[in-house]
Structures are given as C-alpha cells and as structure tokens.
C-alpha cells in the first residue's frame, strides 16, 4: 500500500515539476539570461577572464540602447577552473536557478559533454570557448554555434597560406594531448594530403608536460620548413621555439586562435618572431577605419584587452543578435528559433571587429587572417588579406 | 544519564542502536532525509544527492582504509571504473539502470582485487603509493582505451528509467541515491559486528598477529579491496547516472585525496565518521561560496578567488584535523555525548 | 642524421631531466632519512621555490645570482616552519597521518601561490643562456646540462657529508633509533629541523630549475610524482639509490616519450613503479624494515 503511495506520488511530482518547468519556460517576460561557465581560474584563467569582460561591455552596450525589445540582458556565471564536471555543475546550477536560453561553455569537452543534455532540454543554443571541428557539424550538435572558423578551417587558412608560399615544404604537427589538442590532426592530414604539403612528424605532448627537450630532438630530427601548434595557450611553445632556434632550425612556427594573442608574447622576447597563427577578429590596438566597434571599446577600457575580449564580445554580439531576430518574429525563445534565427544571420557587420560582413550557415563564421608576429613593435601584425572559406 | 543498559530480550542484545536517545536520533535522522528534497530547491538537491554519493564512496573507503588499515589513495579510480561500467552497459546493452549500477560496482570490485595485490607485499606508505600508481595507470586506460571508453571525449549516459519515467531532475535522482546510500552505510556497520569486519580490525591492529591467531591476510585483504571498491563502483555509477557523462577527467587524482581528506575528518574507523566527513568536505565549498560571495562588496575580483581558497581551506582542514583532533569529528561527537551521558556531573 | 645519434641524443635529454627527479628525489631522501616522513609536498615546495625566484627576479629585479640563493633561502625558511609547527607535534602519530599531513600542506601550498601570483602559467625571466652544447655531434640543452651539473655536484655532497661529516652521522644515527640517539647526546629536534630546513632548501633550488626548463604553474607539483617513483624504486632512504632510480628513471621516460609517444610516459613510470614494488618493495638500495610484533 506504502509503495504503490509512494510510486504514485513520485510520478505526481515528476509531472509537476515538468509542468512547471515548461511553464516557466512559457513566460517570457523579465531578463534575458546568458548562463556562462567560465575559466576564471586554472590554465585558462587568462582567456576566461578577458571572455568575460568582452560578454558583460557587450551586453552593457546593449542595455544601454534599451535591450532587446526593452528586455535587458544580463551574464549569469561562475568559475569552472577548466574543468568539465566544475562546468557541468555550474550548467546544472544556473539552469535550475534561471530561465537560460543562451548559454557559454568554457571547453571542447565540456560542448562535447553537454551536447545531449542541450538535444534533451531543446531550450537553448551554447556558444563557448572551444572552436572544435568535431562541433562545426549542424547535424550532430544542433544546438552549438562558434564565434569564428573551427581548429580545422584555422588549419586550412594555415595550410594554404604555407601551400602558396612553399608549395611541398615539410610540416611537423605539435598537438597537446586533450581533447581541444586532438582535435584538428585528422583534418589537417587530410588537407595537407589535398595540398600536396608533406606532414613529416605529428609530436604529442602529454598536458601540462614541463620538459620538452626529446620533442625538440625529434623535431630536429625532422628538419620541417613549418611547425604548426594546437592545443596550447603559451607553454611549451617559447621552450620550443627557443631551443630550436639555438640549433639552427629554419622552420617557422605556426599556432591557432588561442596562442594569437600579443601580451602573452610579450614576454618571450625575440624568440617570438615571426610566429604566425589564424585570428578571426581584429585586435585591441587595430585603428582601421571601418573599426567603429574598436574605438568604442578602447573607450571603455584604456588598457588592452586580450583576444579572449574579442571573442566574447563577438560571441554576446552574436546571442543578442539572434535573439532580437526571434522575439521580433514574435516566437518564444527556444534551441530551435534560436539556432535557426542565428543561421539566417547573412552579410552582418560586426562593427569591425571582424574585418568583413559576415554569416553564419552552419555552426561556424570561416572567416580569419593570417597574422604574425612582431617582436620589435611587440604586436600581431596581419600579412594577409581577411579569407572566407566557402565550406 | 545513563547508568549501565540492561538487556532482556536476544533482540535487544543484537540491535545495533542500543540507547533511546541513538534511536531517537536515527529516526529523526531517517524523517529529515525523507523530507529534505521538498523542502530544498533544485541547487540543495543537487548538493544532496552529490554529498550522498561522497558518503557511499567515503564508507567504502573507510572500510579498507580505517577498519581494515590499508591506506588506499585510488578510491576515485574505482569509481570511474564503476561509472565508465555502467555507462558501457547503458551504451551497449540498454538493462535496466539497478542491474547496470550492480555490475559496476561488481566490475570496480574485481579490479580492487587486482589492485590490492601489492598489499601482500607492502604495507603503509608504500601500498598508498602502489594505489596512486594504480589510479594513474587506471586513468591513462581510461584516456586510450578509446573503442571502449570514448577516450578523451567519454561517455554520455541516457537517464535512468523506472516504469517508464525518466529520473532527470535532481528532486527525482534523489529517491534514487538516497535509499542506495543508506542501504550501503547500513550494510557497513553491520560488517563490523560479524566475523569478517572483526578480522580486518584485527589486520589493522597487528596483521602478523593476526596472522598467528589464524585469519589468512591473502583472502581478508583482498576482500576488503574487493568489499571498498563495490562501493566505490556503486557510487561511481549512482555520478554516471547523475551527471550524466563520464570522462577521464571526471574521477581525478584529487578526488582520492577528498575522498581520504573526507574520513580523515570525519574519524578514520567509525561508520559515523565516513558520512560526516564527507556532508562536511562537500558542503564546505559551498559555504566558502557564500562566503566569497558576502565579501566581495569589499573586494572585488573574489569570483577568481574562490578556486585558491577552498585549495587552501581544504589543505587547512586536513593538517588542522590531524594536528588537533586526530581521531576527527566522530570523537568530537563522542566527547559531546560523554558529556551529556553523565550531565550533571563532570566528566 | 643516423638513428644512433637521435638515440644518443634522446638519452642524453633523458639523464638530464633524471639528474633533476634525483635532486627531487634527494629531498624526500633526507626528510624520510632523517625522520621517517614521507614529504608529498615536495614538489609543491619545489614550485614554491620557482615562484619566489621569479618574484625576486622579474617582481625585484634582482639578479639571478642573488635570487637563486634567497629563493633557497626561502624554501629552507618554509621547511623550518613546518617542521617545527606541523611535524613535531605529529611524532609518534601513524605514518599515514604524517604523510596526510603533508598532502594538506601541499594543498595549502598550491593554494596560497594561486592567492598571490595568480593561476596562469608564467615563464621565468631567462637567467641560463640558451647556447646549445654538443657533445660531439650530439646536441644537448644547456639547460639540461645545467641542471645535470647541479644536480650531481648535490648529490655527491650529501654523499660525502653523509659518509664523514658528523652532522650526517647523527642524522643516520636519529634514522635508525632515536633513544639510542638521544642518549648518545644527540639533539634529536635539531637535526630533524636541520634536515627539513635542508631538504626544502634542495627541493626550492630543484623547482627553480624546474622552472627554467618548463615554465611555472600551479600544477608543478606534479613533478614531485614523479620523483616519489624514484624515491621508492631506489629506496627511501638511500641517497645513492635516489640517484641512480633517478637517472634510470630519466631515461626511461624519455625512450617511452620518444618511441612509444609523449602520451605514454607516466603510464611507464607507474607500471615501473608497480613492478618495484612487487619485486624489491624497498627499493633497489633501501633498508629492510623488519617489523617485530
């Protein structure tokens, strides 16, 4: 009798509380919140603090035109340490907490772990930190988006870049050994194959390795024109790049989106000259004309702001953006309107912050320019021209 | 105050909470856990089901570490092994979730076998390290074993389903872990009063002794081993089920160190100090957050702090605990009750 | 270039990176020599000391000949502390409750160096000139050399101390029994202070170079894994057995990182450690602890 009471009332409560939880999902009205799980602390404390200002001086510039629609926007977040569990609670956390349609993940595994809770929830789309090729896939991870070109198009730009330059030239792949490291290898070997360039040695390192030294003999050993980095913010690269140019080693480096920014080169010297990498936003310090986007920023913030900033301004752009066009369209805010809203983005001016219109026809923008850097002026500069891949 | 306790019954002589005021609390214990997840809202029912699934993980640990004196520092690797079991099963298999959550425990049991085979050979430090070597080797599995295991990107796991319902929310996960959880710690001190828990406090005392008066350290070794990582399956399983997905990184090394923090604290060798170490390790996060978050009017930037803090608070607690009071929380609630046993008169 | 020579070459990174886990492995030596505690917070220590280096470098601007002293200063200063505040009111406590004593410690450590410096990685100011040596033909990092340098001038002078001076007599003579030490008129709390206060001193110049090679995290202290491999498969208590398990150690994980993959290499070094302590469970050098009832 107890039990049969107690399974009944179970299943009661199950379907209230899914009843409240569509309900609540119903009202529409009051703020519109982006959740956000965020780096803040560990080895990407550095992006994931500037991610962060770059969300909240959008949203700012948002509020103060008047939201959207009169609603106002407003980042809900917390530390996750770069750790997938810590973000997974922190996802559970906020969106228990708040009604979430847009959401920030800080990680490749944390937007590969949480893809099927996003299928299952259907309530809202999730860009984040990670550029993955494996997410750029709109079939399989319907409710993901990137703020630029994924790991493999970054190859891709790379790749050609090197293919008109030196066409044959020997390149040696140095990926970290995690998930966001991985990622682009399969990829790059295909389109280094497409291109007729020769991958002579892919170099593993384990995470958060400290010596490098039998790395650098095998890259010796491998006497590469191009050496190309993934999966690493700053170290081991100046280790790398210190001692392989003590040994003579000609080849130039090469890294992807999250080893472009300037003030973490600032640091290594001369060695730093020279490495070359894909970034699809401009720079802080960039004053082209058709930049009204960055003098407002350096008016909000005098100091400099690290790319990191860029890509979560870009990417609260992008939310907002998609946002307005569906409540405009008068439908509810959900994964699917969203999703669906964000890929009739076409032509759209980021303000300059990406030097060209863009759009956004699956899960990626596969737009960048090649950069390089300048150690005298201690700056990335561009050596190319703003590239669209049409995938 | 009590006096002396005179038993008239068998029945009584056999039960295992002998005093009126132990009884009393234990129902009140049993009715605050069966109202707790109406009264909490979504973010205390997730804290619940997490600080019971650390109870499950932290009593099989104390079996094996503080009743049977084998340091152990590779209990979070049991349970990935149980979690990646379980979500395996789910994967391939499709059974029902209580059969899944069994064999992962049985699976993490077999292997605590395999594990603690260097415990014939080497006793205290050197097992300890043996066991990190173990959850190291474990882990680099885990990361490569990709076919099986889905490498670096692990595996998600579909929700449990009872007669149809899925248990999605936490409110729902709850009915789950709770019932496991006490079921398990019941099972644990019931251990202790037969002849298998007698002998591993008897190996924890003097094993040669031991030895001489007759208990083969091989099979009661092994056999605390298989009975800590049971449980430390079944926990893993219970995380599988909860979170939702299992990677690598998902049982880290820290995790065994929480997990030795949490009965350490609590008091190593008492049924009572595994639960109430582990409520207290994973509820003082928490509280530094709420701590964090009243001082940051004051201090801004405290979000970045909080990570630094609960690493120092949370070393601060094990050197403090084992520094002053050794025996943990557990003796803390005996001097409390030693107090009060013979109240009006001093100890 | 020919197979023999990149074999060459591998080893030779690999002997280098050995002599600094044995100069690692020299600290936990000493300590558990001395006082029969197993040190996990060695390598949070060994952090300690590349942190404070790069304050008193890049933060003061002193230069590395004065900072590498202070940074080693400041280790053997935190060695002391703990010592007299932690570890001498655990005497006579299990050896597991020391041993988590030390783990908390570690913890604390990691926690307060993210307090203060903040929880990127950083890279020390370069102080070791990054010119290249050849053995021959073999290319070696100077930094590598230097640190196998240091590391083996150590470790024979703990090996000489240990053998003729008196002070590492009375170590010896504390290791083995403390009445008897006592009553020899050896003052018992004064070499377990000193070795501590030495033991952290070695372990904050080892991070320094640590730190030179790889760059600074709050997650170095990893490294001192690592070195407990070591420890255990030449012996707790063997300066000698530190250095070869070390060397050894080096080796084979620069052929697994080199042959097998980089992915590989702490599995080898635990599968090592494993075997050890299967076979020889004190080490190659160690003592054998007889246990009486």
Redesign the interface.
């Known amino acids: 009798m107890f039990n049969v009471t107690k399974r009944s009332f179970i299943g009661l409560m199950a379907g209230v509380s899914m009843t409240l939880l569509t309900s609540g999902a119903m009202a529409d009205d009051g703020d519109i919140v982006i959740g956000g799980s965020l780096p803040l602390t560990g080895v990407f404390a550095f992006a994931g603090v500037a991610i962060e200002a770059g969300m909240q001086d959008y949203i700012s510039i948002v509020n103060e035109a008047g939201g959207i629609d009169g609603r106002k926007v407003r980042l809900a977040y917390e530390d996750t340490g770069y750790k997938v569990d810590q973000s997974v609670a922190v996802f559970n956390k906020l969106t228990s907490q708040e009604d979430i349609h847009l959401y920030y993940g800080d990680s490749t595994g944390f937007a590969k772990t949480i893809a099927p809770e996003l299928a299952r929830k259907q309530s809202m789309i999730m860009g984040g930190a990670s550029f993955a090729s494996e997410l750029n896939d709109p079939e399989a991870f319907p409710y993901t988006f990137m703020a630029g070109p994924d790991y493999s198009e970054m190859f891709s730009i790379l790749l050609e870049y090197i293919a008109k330059e030196k066409p044959g030239a020997k390149i040696v792949l140095v990926n970290s050994d995690s998930e966001f490291g991985r990622d682009p290898i399969e990829p790059a070997r295909a389109k280094a194959a497409e291109l007729g360039l020769n991958i002579v040695e892919e170099i593993i390192t384990p995470p958060g390795s400290v010596d490098v030294s039998t790395e650098v003999l095998k890259l010796r050993r491998a006497q590469p024109d191009y050496t190309l980095f993934h999966g690493y913010i700053l170290a081991p690269l100046p280790e790398f790049m210190t001692q392989a140019k003590e040994l003579g080693l000609t080849t130039k480096f090469m890294g992807t989106f999250w080893s472009m920014d300037s003030s973490i080169w600032a640091g290594s010297g001369d060695v730093a000259d020279g490495f070359m990498g894909v970034m699809p936003y401009r720079y802080y310090y960039d004053d082209a004309a058709d930049a009204p986007m960055l003098d407002r920023i350096r008016a909000m913030r005098p100091e400099y702001q690290a790319t990191g900033y860029m890509q979560g301004f870009v990417t609260a752009m992008l939310m907002v953006e998609a946002s307005k066009r569906v409540i405009d369209a008068g439908d509810e805010l959900n994964g699917a309107t969203l999703k669906t809203a964000l890929n009739t983005i076409k032509d759209f001016d980021t303000g300059g912050v990406i030097g060209v219109p863009i759009s956004i026809p699956g899960n990626s923008i596969p737009v960048g320019r090649v950069y390089q850097y300048d150690s005298s002026a201690q700056k990335m500069l561009p050596v190319s021209d703003w590239i669209s891949l049409q995938e | 105050m009590i006096i002396g306790t005179a038993k008239e019954t068998y029945g009584a002589d056999q039960a295992l909470l002998t005093t009126r005021p132990q009884q009393v609390w234990m129902v009140i214990l049993l009715a605050s856990l069966l109202v707790a997840p109406f009264v909490f809202?979504?973010?205390w029912q997730?804290l619940a089901c997490l600080v019971l699934i650390n109870v499950v993980a932290a009593t099989g640990l104390n079996i094996l570490?503080g009743f049977t004196g084998q340091?152990s520092l590779g209990q979070a690797a049991f349970m990935a092994v149980g979690a990646y079991t379980v979500a395996w099963l789910d994967r391939e298999a499709g059974t029902p979730f209580l059969v899944n959550i069994l064999l992962g425990g049985g699976v993490a049991a077999a292997i605590g076998i395999v594990v603690g085979i260097?415990s014939l050979?080497?006793k205290?430090?050197?097992l300890?390290?043996?066991t990190?070597?173990?959850s190291?080797?474990l882990h680099?599995i885990f990361?490569?074993w990709t076919s099986v295991t889905g490498g670096?990107?692990?595996i998600?796991v579909?929700p449990a389903r009872i007669?149809g319902?899925e248990l999605?929310?936490?409110?729902?996960l709850y009915?789950l872990i709770m019932p496991v959880a006490v079921l398990m710690v019941l099972a644990t001190a019931n251990l202790f009063r037969t002849r298998i828990g007698r002998a591993f406090i008897a190996i924890r005392d003097?094993d040669?002794?031991a030895e001489v008066l007759g208990i083969p350290l091989l099979r009661y070794k092994l056999m605390s081993f298989a009975i800590a990582s049971f449980y430390a399956g079944i926990a893993g399983g219970m995380w599988a089920y909860f979170?939702?997905?299992v990677?690598p990184?998902?049982f880290?090394f820290l995790t065994s160190?929480f997990l030795?923090?949490a009965i350490?604290v609590g008091g190593m060798g008492t049924i009572i100090g595994a639960v109430i170490g582990a409520i207290f390790m994973t509820l003082t996060p928490e509280l530094l957050r709420y701590v964090v978050e009243w001082v940051s009017p004051w201090l801004p930037n405290a979000?970045?702090?909080?990570?630094?803090?609960?690493?120092?608070?949370?070393?601060?607690?094990?050197?403090g605990f084992?520094?002053f009071e050794?025996q943990g929380i557990a003796e803390i609630i005996q001097r409390i009750r030693r107090y009060f046993r013979v109240w009006p008169f001093k100890t | 270039m020919n197979e023999l020579m990149f074999f060459i070459e591998v080893s030779l990174a690999g002997l280098g990176s050995g002599a600094l886990l044995a100069l690692t492995a020299l600290a936990f030596v000493l300590i558990y020599k001395a006082t029969r505690v197993i040190n996990l917070a060695v390598g949070e220590i060994m952090m300690l000391g590349a942190y404070l280096f790069m304050a008193f470098t890049a933060g003061m601007g002193l230069s590395a000949w004065i900072a590498l002293p202070l940074a080693i200063a400041g280790g053997a200063l935190t060695g002391a502390i703990v010592e007299r505040g932690i570890i001498r009111p655990m005497l006579g406590e299990s050896a597991i409750s020391t041993f988590m004593v030390t783990v908390g410690l570690g913890s604390v450590i990691v926690g307060l160096v993210e307090l203060i410096w903040g929880t990127e990685p950083r890279s020390l100011p370069a102080f070791i000139s990054s010119a290249p040596v050849f053995l021959g033909d073999a290319y070696v990092s100077r930094k590598i050399v230097v640190s196998f340098v240091v590391a083996s001038v150590v470790i024979a002078t703990f090996l000489i101390l240990f053998r003729f001076w008196r002070g590492g007599v009375a170590l010896r003579a504390t290791a083995t029994d403390q009445a008897a030490a006592y009553s020899c008129g050896i003052n018992v709390p004064r070499v377990f202070s000193i070795a501590w206060t030495i033991s952290c001193g070695t372990a904050a110049g080892a991070g320094v170079l640590l730190g030179a090679i790889g760059g600074l995290s709050s997650a170095m202290g990893a490294f001192g894994l690592s070195a407990l491999v070591v420890v255990i498969v030449g012996g707790l208590d063997s300066v000698l057995g530190a250095l070869i398990a070390g060397l050894c150690l080096g080796l084979i994980q620069s052929w697994a990182g080199t042959y097998l993959g980089g992915e590989y290499q702490s599995v080898v070094t635990f599968g090592l450690l494993i075997i050890a302590l299967m076979i020889r469970p004190y080490g190659l050098f160690g003592t054998h602890e007889i246990e009486r009832l």
Do not use: C, D, K
């Not at chain 2, 999605?168 to 729902?172: A, I, K, R, S």
């Open positions: 809202n979504a973010y997730y570490t340091v260097p050979r080497v205290g430090l050197y300890a390290i043996a990190i070597a173990a190291f080797i680099f990361a490569h670096s990107s692990g998600n579909s007669f319902i999605l929310t936490y409110f729902q009915w003097r040669i002794s979170f939702r997905v990677t990184e998902s880290p160190i030795l923090a350490i979000a970045t702090l909080l990570s630094p803090v609960r690493t120092v608070v949370f070393g601060a607690l094990i050197m084992l520094v050794p």
